[in-house]
């Protein structure tokens, strides 16, 4: 059973992760309508896996029980200076990020609720790709940041990402 202390706070963090979700549609659109489509595919897939992550912690509490308590989502920036300051901000959220998934993590060790800290370790997994991710995108976009075929071309690689299903999803299937 799931302290109560654990259920608020996987309850907050589905509401994070949905907010993550709409900033990074945010940072999609803004992108696009700046005619950056590869930035655009990038952060609607961020997206996507965000929704993802909201549905994996959903799919846990209810395997538990546990209602899930949606609440209302905060609003979000609509518009960014360029694409570096959309990157500067993807890790600066994804660290925020990190330190409540840890904090979940710390509230199921002190529980010693051992199935939650074994589904958080996907999740510290993830984050550790995350914040890496966005560090090498900041650094890739600053390699070009005033070269418009650098831009161009890193835009054209973006373009390519595709969506995959995180494996705990994908494993319920």
Do not use: C
Request: proline share 2%; glycine share 2%.
């Amino acid at each position: 059973m799931l302290s109560q202390k654990l259920q608020d706070a996987i309850n907050e963090q589905i509401n994070a992760e949905l907010w993550s979700a709409y900033l990074y549609l945010a940072m999609s659109m803004d992108a696009e309508s700046k005619g950056h489509n590869g930035v655009a595919n990038w952060f609607f897939i961020q997206f996507k896996e965000e929704q993802d992550h909201a549905r994996i912690f959903m799919n846990y509490l209810n395997s538990r029980d546990v209602k899930v308590v949606l609440k209302p989502i905060a609003e979000v920036p609509a518009s960014w200076s360029g694409v570096i300051d959309m990157f500067r901000q993807t890790l600066e959220h994804e660290r925020k990020v990190t330190a409540m998934i840890n904090n979940l993590a710390a509230i199921a060790k002190a529980d010693n609720d051992f199935a939650s800290v074994n589904r958080l370790v996907w999740f510290i997994d993830e984050q550790i790709e995350e914040e890496e991710t966005a560090r090498n995108l900041i650094q890739a976009t600053e390699a070009v940041e005033d070269n418009k075929y650098g831009m161009y071309m890193l835009d054209k690689e973006l373009a390519t990402r595709t969506y995959n299903t995180p494996s705990p999803l994908a494993s319920a299937e």
